[in-house]
């Protein structure tokens, strides 16, 4: 099963020009404090779930974790394009073990239970379906269930997403999804609340929950590159174009727009408020639970 609504297999070639290790940093800081003085980096199983192209297991092995001989890494995802990448990704790293890549399913995935010291996964539920009321809710509480089970008994679970309020059209911390304000609410409609996200990870055995907002801010220059949503390579990195190409005339009256502001000056003056308020907002949020 792949993303419900983005085609990976074709948008993943260029997925990585507008898109980072968002949340690494915060990631190994939790830990840190999760684990005290078990805290060996190499030394830890770990699985990223929907792993796309491999950019926060390239961080991961870059700080060496999961990369002793008791180590392992492994990264699952649904599009073998996005394995593909990492593959190459990865091949620049040295480890002691070779990264394991699944193509697979993150709510049902195959692999020994109690195994991981940490199970991680970002920006990846949000693609999980979302036909009916309550099934994204529902669909996310399967992948929870697979993280509590593959988890080890004193593991952590590490989510990196977005509030809704991260992804709005005019509040948020992405500077062109003013241009497309429908496909921005589908969007936002994707990504769980705060209060849902406890509820959740409660259901699903996790006793200590801590949420909180990323610390650091992450740009590509091509992500502030105001011209990047003409080109498909941009629109690859963002799965807002895929719900915008979904909605009659979305896409087209947005570029319209967005070429107008460019050319006023507008579009420049819009992208320097929202880099001043992602100072503040920030852009994304780091999820961590345990039993
Ligand atoms: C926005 S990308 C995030 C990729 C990567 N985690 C990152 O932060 O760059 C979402 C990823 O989730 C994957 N995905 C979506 N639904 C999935 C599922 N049910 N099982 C496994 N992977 C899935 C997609 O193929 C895609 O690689």
């Not at 840190?32 to 950019?55: E, F, Q, S, V």
């Not at 070779?98 to 195994?115: C, E, K, S």
Request: hydrophobic share 40%; proline share 3%; charged share 20%.
């Amino acid at each position: 099963m792949a993303s419900s609504y983005e085609k990976y297999n074709l948008t993943h070639k260029n997925y990585d020009r507008t898109r980072l290790a968002v949340g690494h940093a915060d990631t190994v800081a939790r830990l840190h404090a999760h684990r005290g003085h078990l805290a060996d980096l190499p030394d830890l199983k770990i699985i990223d779930l929907g792993c796309g192209t491999g950019l926060q297991l390239a961080a991961m092995m870059a700080a060496g974790m999961g990369t002793s001989a008791r180590g392992e890494l492994c990264g699952l995802d649904s599009s073998e394009t996005g394995l593909e990448e990492t593959r190459k990704k990865l091949s620049c790293y040295k480890s002691k073990n070779q990264p394991r890549l699944i193509n697979g399913d993150m709510r049902q995935v195959d692999g020994a239970t109690g195994r991981f010291d940490l199970v991680f996964s970002s920006f990846a539920m949000h693609h999980l379906p979302r036909q009916a009321p309550g099934q994204l809710l529902d669909e996310t509480r399967l992948v929870l269930g697979e993280a509590e089970r593959l988890l080890a008994r004193d593991g952590l679970l590490a989510i990196v997403t977005c509030t809704p309020e991260q992804m709005s059209a005019d509040l948020g911390s992405m500077w062109y999804y003013r241009y497309f304000p429908r496909a921005a609410h589908l969007l936002a409609q994707r990504f769980i609340g705060i209060s849902d996200w406890q509820q959740l990870l409660a259901e699903c055995g996790f006793a200590t929950v801590e949420i909180s907002p990323v610390a650091d801010v992450y740009y590509t220059a091509a992500g502030i590159d105001l011209t990047g949503p003409f080109t498909e390579e941009f629109q690859a990195g963002d799965s807002i174009f895929a719900l915008a190409k979904s909605i009659p005339g979305e896409l087209d009256e947005g570029l319209a727009a967005l070429s107008t502001d460019i050319a006023s000056g507008a579009a420049a003056l819009y992208l320097n408020e929202v880099m001043q308020r992602n100072e503040t907002h920030k852009q994304a949020i780091l999820i961590t639970a345990s039993r």
